[in-house]
């Protein structure tokens, strides 16, 4: 998946780095790493061009040669390529294994915080076994739902349409959780060259799908201070790019926890269909509102061919219940479905007739799981805020992760190796952007009981120089 994201220029990239001087050895060393910091943080995303050595020089006010030096330091490093004739570009190769591979089993002493996955709803026992008390009635038939159960349909149907987003049961393809359906979504949606916009940080699954269709990579920076930014980025971005998808997720993002205001949300929507983007809605954590309320659905206000949604229980009630759906106008809809049909016939029915006894509940079970998750947030805000100086964080109004970053010279990489040799399984920062971005930063789930959080800080408080990163750190960026 290559990076399309937009080129900055020197002036613009200079102002970024900001003032770089030499704190220790020589100033092409300081430039370098000023600019890996960059690229760590995600402003800098791989495939961005780098400025002519001649005009950052001048941007910069130092001589050619050092910026020659600092972009020499960088290829050597990994951080860089020069395409003769075309430039200088980002680039972070780090030959990482697929995201799948981190859902292992639970290991006895192991504390695994690598997957943002609570445990099952108390109520789902309850719904598997009346739905085993139904099974028989359809015993008879050939076991096939293609599309999904009809009840089921109309079950995920009629809560869009509660949300506020009018829905008919004839718009909604039942899948085998959010992941089948966003792969489904994005290979019907998207060919080979063209390009999908997407949040940078985003969900490591997402952005390996965006990669097998053969897309280029959009990358939209967030910025978990002020989210509703994205609105002028993502307008910038795709009149400079002209994508035809954009994969987002405007509700708790994996794995910042931002989430868009409703009037940055509606402006969102309306830029993307104006640029005739359409909008892939990942809505996987879209009701773990802390708050307990709901918010419309992204895209409600536009044209229902504008966006196409995507969910799943796998967060409100449990992973191991692999029951998705994709909703969106009838013609997307059908082509999705002729996509899916070529691999699969249908999901479980046995899990599709226990998720129509669990929205019999949603609200319940909802209201459980939002005060869970908002318990073990607190929970893990003020352990990390108590013992690990230096990590800054804005908590989440939802969700089921904090993003933190890391205190200067402290990489999440090395970070992530020594947390697992005392125990402690963590994902790198690395792996919610391409190459080397968010080294400088961890994801924290807390979607396990706080005793687990609570010994997981504790771990991370006892590594001390442990983790301290090797390489030079940047100097103070003014």
């Not at 035809?244 to 929507?269: E, F, I, K, Q, W």
């Not at 013992?387 to 970053?405: E, H, I, Q, T």
């Amino acid at each position: 998946m290559k990076d399309v994201s937009a080129t900055p220029s020197a002036v613009r990239l200079a102002a970024l780095l900001g003032d770089v001087e030499a704190d220790r050895g020589p100033l092409y060393r300081a430039v370098a790493a000023a600019l890996r910091r960059r690229i760590a943080d995600g402003r800098l995303p791989v495939g961005a061009r780098l400025p002519a050595e001649r005009a950052l020089a001048d941007a910069l006010g130092i001589s050619r040669v050092t910026v020659a030096a600092a972009y020499g330091e960088l290829r050597d490093d990994g951080w860089a390529l020069t395409r003769h004739g075309a430039g200088t570009f980002v680039a972070a190769p780090d030959g990482r294994q697929p995201w799948g591979t981190a859902l292992g089993a639970p290991v006895p002493g192991v504390l695994d915080l690598g997957n943002a996955a609570p445990e099952a709803s108390s109520l789902l026992p309850a719904a598997y076994a009346a739905a085993q008390t139904r099974l028989p009635d359809l015993l008879a038939g050939h076991g096939y739902a293609p599309s999904g159960l009809p009840e089921l349909r109309a079950a995920v149907a009629a809560r869009y349409t509660a949300r506020g987003l009018p829905t008919d049961p004839e718009q909604v393809l039942i899948t085998a959780a959010a992941a089948d359906g966003l792969d489904a979504v994005l290979h019907t949606v998207v060919g080979a060259g063209r390009r999908v916009l997407h949040q940078h940080p985003s969900h490591p699954g997402a952005l390996e799908t965006i990669a097998a269709t053969g897309a280029q990579s959009v990358a939209v920076p967030v910025d978990v201070d002020d989210p509703d930014v994205i609105v002028d980025e993502a307008d910038r971005a795709a009149r400079q790019h002209a994508p035809t998808v954009a994969y987002l997720m405007p509700d708790h993002a994996n794995p910042t926890g931002a989430s868009l205001s409703v009037a940055a949300r509606r402006s969102l929507a309306a830029t993307l269909w104006r640029h005739r983007v359409l909008t892939v809605v990942d809505e996987v954590a879209a009701e773990l509102s802390f708050a307990g309320d709901d918010v419309e659905p992204f895209g409600a206000a536009v044209p229902d061919a504008a966006t196409v949604h995507v969910g799943s229980l796998s967060k409100v009630v449990w992973g191991g219940i692999r029951i998705g759906w994709v909703r969106g106008d009838r013609a997307t809809v059908a082509r999705v479905r002729e996509v899916l049909l070529r691999r699969q016939l249908g999901v479980s029915i046995l899990d599709q007739l226990a998720a129509v006894e669990l929205f019999a509940q949603w609200q319940r079970i909802l209201d459980e799981r939002r005060a869970g998750l908002r318990a073990r947030q607190e929970a893990l805000a003020a352990a990390v805020a108590a013992r690990l100086p230096g990590w800054r964080f804005v908590p989440p109004a939802g969700g089921l992760s904090l993003w933190c970053r890391l205190p200067d010279g402290i990489g999440s990489t090395r970070l992530v190796a020594a947390a697992e040799r005392q125990g402690l399984v963590l994902l790198p920062g690395t792996r919610f952007g391409t190459g080397h971005a968010f080294d400088d930063h961890q994801r924290l789930p807390f979607t396990r009981p706080v005793a687990e959080l609570l010994a997981a800080v504790d771990v991370l408080a006892g590594l001390g120089a442990a983790v301290l990163e090797p390489r030079r750190a940047a100097p103070p960026l003014v």
